[in-house]
DNA sequence: TATGATATGGATAATAATTATTAATTAATA
DNA sequence: TATTAATTAATAATTATTATCCATATCATA
């Protein structure tokens, strides 16, 4: 069975086709969409699902820790069905968001709590410049 | 003369009672303040003084490089008259936004550019955790 | 110092992303 | 299958920000 099946069972959410077709998208992606982005994909095979329902399925998801929420910076959010939190690079030409691997990072946590005397629990690291594609023009 | 003074007229900019206060807010504050909440501050000696104008003036400091826009994933704008670009901490408890010191990030937008192809331009480091006085609690 | 061109401030309306509400529908389970 | 509680979808409300409009303040120039 499906992980997202099983999990939202298993927390009391009910599995409705809207939820999994949600949650397909941000799985079968690697480009970090909007919850409008995600709603027009859907369109085609969803045609009377609502906005309101992409806002409520991530709501949910993001309560699971099923997606994650970005924010580069825009005034709306973008989502990643990779909840590890790494960092990301957005390419100030064409808007496209990648990840950064996040081996490089490994000790930061741990410097920026002895230099600030936080008790650190998470970080969200932005990139920006411009992508290879758009670096050849 | 200040330094603001001569920047705007420089830039052909006027000088408006309300600009130099509104960029005296940031300047003696180390709060990272929203538009709200500068505007609140300046409401006492400023009692005219409309919410637009405050979102006006620090338009054109953005403009100017005079102050930088954070976003630590409220759904609203930071203020900040430093413009190096640092890394910045928020307490998840109490909601307060502290600054990072930040030589050890040095080499880091090196290391990204390489991982990624990209041609690095910027970043935005947030961190999140417990300040100290929270910690304590 | 006075004048006049023009940018600015302040009030308010508009916009856009998100959240809340609600009635009707649907799924889970006895 | 009936009951109950959760969910959907449409719509209204909210909130940060931006745009508009015009009286007024600023400042170069006379």
Redesign the interface.
Known sequence: MNDIVRILKEKGFKVTPQRIAVYNVLMNTKEHPTVEAIYNKLQPMYPTMSLATVYKSLEVFRELNLVQ?L?V?EDKFRYDANVKQH?H?M??DCGRV?D??DE?FFN??D???S??????????????????SC?RK
Do not use: H, S
Not at 121 to 130: C, E, N, S, T
């Open positions: 929420e924010n910076g960092p690079i390419c100030i990648d950064v691997d490089m930061l946590k410097e920026v709590a230099k600030t005397g936080y008790e650190l629990v998470g970080q969200k690291l932005y990139f920006y410049g411009r992508c290879p670096k």
